[in-house]
Each structure stands twice: as C-alpha cells, then as structure tokens.
C-alpha cells in the first residue's frame, strides 16, 4: 500500500480573524512599548537599517529585529525580546496569536538556527514554549493558538543562531485575537502528481493534495475523495494532528490506473473530524489535473543525471522530478542524483557533470549526455528520446559475495542494428532511501512556506528540512566504468542479432549501503559520447540474472524456459525444450540476490522438467536462472505455503 503523507508544518498564514476581536495589538511605530526589554542583538530598527549582505529583509515599517549575519563570522549569539504583561483576563477559551515574521531558518554549517515562542503566566519566572518556526523566506502572518483564559501573560522571542554564523529573525505586528474559525480545513493545492502530465498505460498515480487547517481546533481526521471519469474514490486519512495555522500532505492509498488518452482526476476534502461539512464548505473542493498516456519503445532507457547537493536550496526540485518520473515512467526513466559538496558525493561523478558542456548552476541535469536542463523540463524531451528504437537491448547481471560485499557487474548488449567503432557501455551503483544523522544531512529548501509554488511537498516542510525527515533517493554511489565509459568495453563493430557484453573491476559495496535499495544502471554510449540506452535493474535481480555475458556471445532468451505453476505452494517445475545437447544449469537466488539453490544437471536434449522444490524456504519472490549452453533465461516465481 502506498503510504500515507503527513508532514505537518506550518506554512502562510491567511488570517480568517478580521471581525474578531482584538485582545492585544503592537506595531512598534511608537518604538519599543513600555514593559518591553530585550537581551542580546536584538533592536528596534526597519528594512533598511538592518540590511546586510546576506540578511535583507523587504520594507516592513519599524520592527524588532536580530541580524546575526551582520554580527560577522567570528560573533555568535542569541536573545531575547520579552513583552510586558497581557491582559487576557476577559478570555473564556482558546485566543489566536499572530505576528510577521521574516526567518530565513539557514542553519548555516549544520548549526540549529531557532526562533521559537514562549508564554509566562508568573511575570517570567517560568516559561513554557508554544511555537517553534520552521518556515523560511519573505515576511509572513504567522498564527498559533494559546490557552489561557481568564489570565494575564508576557510572551517571549526568542532567536538562538545555533553557535555559528547565521542569518536572523524579524517581527512585527503582534496581536492577540478571539478566534472567528473553530473547525475549517482549507484545500490547498494538488500534490507533487501534477507535476508530471504523462505517464504509461498501466501505470499508478496517486492523487492527492496539501491541506491547511484555519481553525483552532486540531484536526484528526479528514475524507479525500479523488475522481477519475465514473471511478470515485473516498477514504477517511485519520491520525492526523494539525494544528491551527498548520498544514499537512494528505495522498490516496488507492491508485488511479493510467488508461488510454487523456484523464482528469479532480481531488476533494470532506467530514473534517468525522463532523461533516466544516464551517466552510466552499474552501473544501479542490483542484483537477490531467492525466495523459503516452509510448515508449520497450527496449528503451533515459538516463537523467541530476546535479544537487544538501546546501542547494533548490534542489528539492530535482529530488521531486527524479522521483514522479521513476514513478511515472518504470523501467524506461533511470535518474541518478549527483551529489555535490556534501557527504554522498561521488568525487568523479560529480567533477564529470559538472564539467559537461553548458554546466551552469544547481539544480541542473545532464539529459542522455545530450544537453544540460532544468529538472522541471525533462518529460517532453524524455518522452521523444524514449520513443526512438535503441541500437541494442541492454541487461544487467551481477555476482555477489555476501561474505566480502564483492560485487562483479556485467552489461549485456544485445544489437538490434548494426554499428560502427566508439561504443561504450557503462555500470552505476545507485541507492534509494540514503538518510544520515548529522546536520550536513539537513537539506536546503527555498519552497518552504509555499511562496513560490507546489513542490511535491517541500512547500510544507521547513526551510532546512532536518536529516531526521530527510530520505535521499537515487544517490549515484559508484561509477564502475568512470565517467565516459569502458574503453574497449564494446567491439569495433557489431550487427544486427550478436549480442556482446563487458564486465566491470570487482567493486566492494560499503558497509553502510543498504542492498535492498541498490539498484545497477547500465549504460551505453555512442562515439560521441551520448547516451543511447539505459536500464535500471535492481541488485537482487542482477545478482539473478549471474554473470551471463564475458565479451562472448552469449544469447539472452527468457523465453527459452516457462515455469508453472506460479505462484507455487511447493514444488514449481521449469520445463525446456533443447533441440541440440547442451549442459544445463540452474540457481535460484531469493528477493536480494542471496543464492538459495543450485543444480547441475549435466547435458540434456528434447524436452525437459526440472522440479523445484520450494518447501524449505520463506515466503516471497525468488529468481530462477536456467543456463542452457550459451542460452540464458530468468524467470520470477513466487512461493506462498
């Protein structure tokens, strides 16, 4: 089941408060107000008696403000802006605390730059925290919710650059209001799906959309209903905790099947609580996006190398489209991250793309070693190149030594029409899911906050999102053949109907990698050095497919052999049919490549049943790899007792 996702972070506040009444209000046009004081680098100031290089707020009249980057690079520091009392004393129930703020949330080298809230009911003698900013960029109404009836309170601001060098934080227009809005989930925008217009016939997408809540009670649960043509969906997303001010991404369990030609799919909330309609509806329906299938040939691969790095504030954008196209587009679209200056580079990889002709900047990609795009405009160049007939059909096989982590690759080539000299074929190990614990995990995000548009969920995480909710995928871990490729990896020339290969130097996977998420690239390339075909196979399907190519010219043929039954309770019987003798041979490896069984059988001909029997192992998906001669063939059965 796709899983459900629930950030919850807080992004632009809209006020809804206008006709309710005002408790407090400060705008420090009068100054600092009596009862007010302030420690550290705090100061009454505006936009421009602040600025400074890496610190500018816009234009925002008088305001508090802490600028640590003008403090210099050899100054730390942190403080406090503490309010004189505030009468709440005529209060029943919960009231709204907005302000502007400007908090760019830098976290420059790793450090925690904090801005946080607390309230004090004892004339600061005590106080507990009530707000703890995330968002990151232009000045913004903030909202949260306090408790405190019937009493008078002092509230604290509090900046904190973490012990390094950081950036600051602004405030202004503090006021204290009744709440207008008790239960109203706001629909946002669609999800990170829209991004991405295309997809193939078969294929999952899953709707979905951000959410805000606007009132002050705090939402456990809500309907999403998507439609698609006469095909509705509505489940109940519960376990929610959004809190006022607040916003979460809500994404359907149920996928919608790519169909032929083109779909709308509109997306809804509804039953906000399990309460029904909300105290307004209206803002309840949401958006529709379209949903269009597209072709590719089925031999065809498209390598994307994406150049990003942790500091990049707007890499998430690449991170978004690598992701929605391996989804969108299995099999065909092969992305790899290229890290730069942070702890998953790759030396090599990352000197070779940014080196590439026309390199300019990050976020960038390398497209087929073509051209050099921005990530959001790759799809329409991958749907032509994916569509045009590959000189060869490439596979990718593996030996692994679980003992050693030793891995052998091969690439296969297996020509679909003849070629000239200056082919090459390429291996990269790629991970999915790579997260560290340290903060040079932590990634740069300017999408925080929503200003700047819908960005697969990064509008409703912090500006620095923290290594503990950050997941990296497509980590390009090792180039096998370099940069530009094998030399030598392919002969001077081939044709149509010979199949060759190349395998790589022994390469040991570190210790920390995971190998349920490795998967093995294999690329080839023309005389120029552009890539023609790509494939993404996964370490455990490498590792059953063996090691069938050794620049000879071994035939790939998964055809050759049929299972049945399968799925099987026990036993699973490989039948073939050899017209000539041949030795036979076959291994059957489990769901990450460890070898569970083999058998020789010697030489056979006419038609033959090997049984297999299952009865000893666990549930799940395994590989069995029949070699016949020169003839290879791999079939996935599943075993479920």
Known sequence: MKKILLFAFPMLFASLMAQAQVYYSQDFEAGVPMGWSSTGSWELTNSAGIASQYFAPAAHTMFMGFNDDGLGNSFTDKGRVTSGPIDLTTTTGKVVLTFESYFVN??????DETAKISVSTDAGATWTEVYDLQISGAWQEIGTVLNYPGQTIWLAFDYDDGGEWNYGWCFDDVKIKEPSVFRDMSFLNLNGETLVANGLVGGEVWPGCTVKNNGVETITSVDLTWTAGTNTVTETISGLNITFGNSAILQSSTPYIIEEGTTEIAVSISNVNGLGADENAANDAGNSFSVSSTTVHPDKGVIVEEATGTWCQWCPRGAVFLDVMTHRYPHHFVGVAV??????????????????????????VVFNRTQILDPQDIEAPFQTSADIAPPAR???????????????????????????AGYKLNAVLIEDGVTGTTAAYNQANAYSGGAVGNMGGYEVLPGSVPASQMVYNHVGRALLGGFAGAANSLPAAATTGQTFGHTFTTYTIPAGYNLDNIHLVGVMTNASGQAVNAIATSLAEAIANGPFVSNTNDVVNNDAISVSPNP?????????????AKDVTMQVFDAVGKLVAERSYGEMVGEQTLPFNGANLTNGMYFIHVRMGDTLATKRVYLSK
């Open 568 to 580: 099987f309770s026990s036993v699973t019987n490989v039948t073939l049919n050899l017209t000539t």
């Open 106 to 111: 830098g976290d420059y080298n790793g450090a």
């Open 394 to 420: 490439l596979k990718v096989g593996a030996e692994y030594n679980d003992a050693t982590r030793e891995l052998t690759v091969n690439v296969g080539a297996e020509f679909l029409e003849d070629i000239g």
């Open 339 to 364: 890290h730069n200056q942070d702890p998953m580079v790759l030396a090599a990889y990352n000197s070779g793309v940014t080196a590439f002709p026309g390199f300019s900047g990050f976020p960038s």
